[in-house]
């Protein structure tokens, strides 16, 4: 009997009718997988779920596959998937999105140019050099120091911040441009990042000790909670991430994504961006990362999430702030 992660399915329906047929590998969240699984055994009709999906920015025809997909694996009592399955589909002319990072090699970044170091196209990963100075990281990592509180995720069934054993680290927020400090961090990553300031979260610090780490995950929100699903109608949904490292680590730490072998090394001021909701509201399952643990030293990253619309916090819409 093939692994879950092997289970091989035909698509039960399709709304893309060119030839010729081949295997297509659709890549989801445990989350993701639990929502539809759940919409399914209440009754739900495929192509409500289907349609749900859709309008939470994801792509139709991925949302289609991935529900008709569960459908066929509870009909026949297959082997859950994890992470990953592949189907049969047609083979859809590719749709080609414009990525928001140019193609270039050195980025406006307002007060200052930025190199990049290296690129993957698909999906767009970048390495850039020098996004902050070795001061900005020191000054970050003390401001943060302070007000670090063990990293929390947002529990999929009831949308509340909670700690949990797949991200180990300590955290915190700072609010947008809080300080002068943060105001010229903010500005020159958003120019990097080729998004509006107001478009940007409060940047996140996290501190990675020996033996922590973060499982694989994505950036984007899975619209399985009432929580997720009010976050993308206030402000959309999240469509780039640049992780900054602030410091050099001595072993591990590396920013991995697994599906697709690549693996960056934290250096002191670097960055890894990527992207993963593109112009057309196309989600890119390929984007799955991770923080590999820390096998000596300590890690300490800044992260910067971008949304498609301006960001507000849940409470904020009547107040014409950001937190």
């Not at 209440?42 to 749900?52: F, H, K, N, V």
């Not at 414009?98 to 190199?115: E, F, I, M």
């Not at 105001?183 to 990097?192: F, G, K, M, T």
């Not at 478009?199 to 000790?209: D, F, K, S, W």
């Amino acid at each position: 009997m093939k692994s879950a992660s092997q289970t091989v399915l035909p698509s039960a329906s399709s709304n893309v009718a060119v030839s010729p047929r081949q295997l297509a590998t659709l890549h989801f969240s445990l989350e993701l997988r639990d929502w539809i699984v759940r919409a399914l055994q209440r009754g739900g009709s495929p192509d409500d779920i289907a349609r749900a999906l859709a309008s939470q920015q994801f792509d139709p025809d991925m949302a289609r596959d991935l529900v008709d997909a569960f459908a066929r694996v509870l009909h026949e009592c297959l082997p859950m998937p994890e992470c990953q399955l592949t189907i049969e589909r047609s083979q859809a002319a590719a749709v080609t999105a414009q990525t928001r990072l140019p193609r270039v090699s050195v980025l406006p970044g307002g007060d200052r140019d930025v190199y990049v170091l290296s690129r993957v196209e698909k999906p767009l990963i970048a390495v850039l050099e020098g996004v902050l100075s070795h001061d900005e990281c020191g000054a970050l990592i003390a401001a943060a120091r302070p007000r670090l509180a063990p990293s929390t995720i947002v529990d999929p069934h009831t949308g509340e911040p909670v700690i949990s054993r797949d991200r180990s680290s300590m955290g915190m927020f700072f609010r947008q441009a809080e300080t002068p400090l943060l105001a010229r961090i903010d500005a020159r990553v958003s120019a990097l990042m080729r998004m509006p300031l107001e478009n940007g979260e409060g940047l996140q610090v996290l501190h990675y000790t020996p033996g922590t780490h973060s499982s694989p995950h994505f950036d984007f929100l899975i619209p399985g909670n009432a929580a997720n699903q009010a976050s993308i109608a206030r402000s959309g949904q999240r469509v780039s991430t640049m992780v900054i490292y602030l410091n050099d680590v001595s072993v591990g730490g590396e920013t991995v994504f697994p599906e697709i072998g690549l693996s960056v090394v934290p250096r002191k001021g670097n960055a890894v961006y990527f992207e993963y909701c593109d112009a057309i509201g196309q989600l890119d399952g390929k984007t799955l990362h991770a923080a590999a643990e820390v096998l000596s030293g300590e890690k300490w990253v800044a992260t910067k999430w971008m949304r498609q619309r301006s960001f507000v916090v849940a409470g904020e819409e009547g107040r014409g702030g950001m937190m």
